[in-house]
């Protein structure tokens, strides 16, 4: 199957900082990208959708300002948690799907957020 | 709203035994129905799928029937293995409506040999 990368795998930061989380397709053009957040032991929470070259749709309750999403090309969407706190401190999925009715859905590999 | 309902974990199974994590869905109208594999620190890998009612999605000595009558699209494996440790998701997508997929809470499968 096609292959999404997420960089990093792991992250620790200071309170207060703020850290970017890459998402890229390496083989496909990903026209919409998702990003997720999974507690231990729990689901994975979608928190926004975002389709290239336009604004991220959020989910209720996700705080858009805190969570900003780029997706600038069809091949890369960040997400950059700003001013971090310790309750931010998480598992972060992003999925990447090509257009086309029917087309699968691909995750990263994650990336382990722990703010201190 | 659409969701998804599994069953509660954590299934510890020994080796070579049956397994069926449950999974049912509330949706208006008619989801892509998926099941998801994520192994420990990873993301997650489609385990199979199934696009229609009736439809019987397969990969891996895994297998899930798509029943509308039911709402359900319950996981089976007919022998597990110590590598099937794993959790499992089960998820409804509308390709119509975004391509959101909506997860189950996850089933913990834990296999011991």
């Known amino acids: 199957g096609a292959v999404v990368s997420q960089h990093p795998s792991r992250v620790i930061c200071k309170s207060g900082t703020s850290v970017k989380i890459e998402c890229r397709s390496l083989d496909f053009q990903a026209t919409t990208m998702f990003w997720y957040r999974q507690f231990p032991k729990k689901s994975l929470m979608l928190m926004a959708t975002s389709n290239e070259g336009s604004k991220a749709t959020y989910e209720q309750g996700v705080e858009k300002d805190k969570f900003l999403i780029n997706h600038a090309s069809l091949t890369l969407s960040t997400l950059t948690v700003t001013s971090a706190h310790p309750e931010d401190s998480s598992f972060y999925i992003c999925?990447?799907?090509?257009?086309?009715?029917?087309?699968?859905?691909?995750f990263g590999q994650g990336t382990r957020l722990t703010v201190v | 709203g659409n969701s998804v309902t599994q069953m509660e974990g954590p299934v510890t199974l020994s080796e070579e035994a049956f397994l069926t994590i449950n999974c049912t869905y509330t949706a208006t109208g008619y989801p892509s129905l998926f099941w998801y594999v994520q192994y420990p620190g990873e993301g997650l890998q489609l385990l199979l799928k199934?696009?229609?009612?009736?439809d019987k999605g397969s990969n891996k000595g895994f297998e899930a029937t798509y029943r509308k009558e039911t709402t359900s699209f319950h996981l089976e494996k007919g022998s597990v293995q110590v590598s099937d440790s794993a959790v499992y998701f089960c998820a409804l997508l509308f390709y119509n409506q975004g391509g959101k997929l909506i997860f189950g809470q996850g089933t913990e499968l834990s296999v011991k040999p």
């Open positions: 999925s990447a799907r090509e257009r086309g009715y029917g087309s699968e859905a691909f």
């Open positions: 199934a696009t229609k009612a009736d």
